[in-house]
């Protein structure tokens, strides 16, 4: 048992110190270890502990910002499909209108369908080379 105790401390403070840059410390596990020995390795683990917590708290704000940008360019590209909807709408006569909406389910209302713009406007039989906008 005190062997394996001893290879558990072994790597941790292999693992640890590896995080934190430094070089291994070989330390002796031992009836007689001291209370400072112990408190020496608590303090690396924190240290380890802190780093790793500083890591991640760095890679959840990166991922955020990517997020916030993915967010933004969404919101701007519905702002884009919404117009072209609109001045689809608006150029479409009754009889196309008509025909589109009988192809929608009646449990979606027309406002909160998502159908991309090409699928819209191919229903619509408008498109010539490319969408209108």
């Known amino acids: 048992m005190e062997v394996a105790v001893y290879q558990l401390h072994n790597f941790s403070i ?6 934190l840059g430094g070089d291994v410390v070989s330390v002796k596990l031992d009836n007689s270890a001291s209370g400072a020995s112990v408190v020496a390795i608590d303090n690396k683990i924190e240290q380890a502990m802190d780093l790793v917590k500083n890591h991640l708290m760095y890679a959840v704000r990166e991922e955020v910002e990517i997020l916030k940008e993915q967010i933004k360019e969404l ?22 209108l008509e025909k589109f909406q009988s192809r ?17 406007c191919k229903q619509l039989q408008m498109c010539g080379s490319g969408s209108a906008v």
């Open 14 to 19: 292999s693992f640890f110190s590896s995080l």
């Open 75 to 96: 919101a701007e590209k519905n702002n884009q499909l919404e117009r072209e909807n609109h001045l689809l709408k608006n150029l479409a006569s009754p009889e196309q």
């Open 104 to 120: 929608i389910p009646t449990d979606v209302p027309l406002d909160n369908q998502s159908l991309p713009a090409n699928t819209e």
